[in-house]
């Protein structure tokens, strides 16, 4: 198991051999089961195995000369099926790498080495992010804001209008009652008009039928 396998190990229960995945399947989680306060992110098959080469990649150009802990651990790879008590296989291990000038010293000066190497490449890391962010992140947050504003705007437009909808349907129902009012007023007025005027109409020619009759034409 390599290096990094060894120390993700630590925080999640990685499969040792995981199996081949279908090109379409969904990535397989490893199980967490660290029992910290905050979760540990799941994390693919597809990232151990990107993480893991990227590590490699990074002590591989960061060697430094001579045996050092990168070797040593290589070593201690190498011995896993072989010898799988981790103590015997660590001395089997720099009993190796000892005829070659390590010492347990050394073992831990460039181990601590390597850490600043892991932490500069964390802080390159961050700084890409950062930059990522501010490039790409920040407008997309920025137009999420923007519309979440806008929805919020018109939600308080709406409550607005919904509370105003009582007082304008009385106002429609008090207009309408005048409309009637006044329709029916006119209406008797009009009818009452029509009526005296046909009675008028009909006294007059009812006058001059008599007065034909009696004075003649």
Do not use: W
Not at 31 to 55: I, W
Not at 145 to 169: F, G, K, N, S
């Amino acid at each position: 198991m390599s290096l990094f396998r060894k120390a993700l190990g630590a925080f999640v229960e990685l499969d040792p051999k995981p199996a081949p995945q279908p090109l379409y399947a969904t990535p397989e989680r490893t199980r967490v089961h660290r029992t910290g306060a905050e979760p540990t992110p799941a994390l693919t098959t597809a990232d151990v195995a990107k993480f893991e080469q990227h590590f490699e990649q990074l002590f591989d150009a960061s060697n430094l000369p001579g045996p050092d802990y990168f070797e040593f651990q290589k070593a201690m790879d190498a011995l896993e099926d072989d010898v799988p008590a981790e103590d015997a296989r660590m001395r089997v291990a720099y009993t190796t790498l000892k005829v070659q000038g390590l010492t347990p010293a050394k073992l831990v000066e460039t181990a601590r080495q390597y850490i600043a190497i892991v932490e500069a490449d964390r802080k390159a890391l961050e700084a890409e992010v950062a930059a990522k962010t501010k490039a790409e992140i920040d407008p997309l947050q920025a137009e999420v804001d923007q519309q979440q504003m806008a929805l919020a705007d018109m939600e308080h437009t709406i409550r607005e209008l919904q509370a105003m909808i009582p007082e304008r349907r009385a106002a429609v129902d008090a207009a309408k009652a005048k409309l009637a009012q006044t329709k029916e007023r006119l209406g008797a007025n009009i009818t009452g008009y029509q009526l005296a005027c046909t009675a008028m109409v009909q006294r007059i020619e009812q006058d001059i039928t008599k007065i034909t009759n009696t004075l003649g034409q």
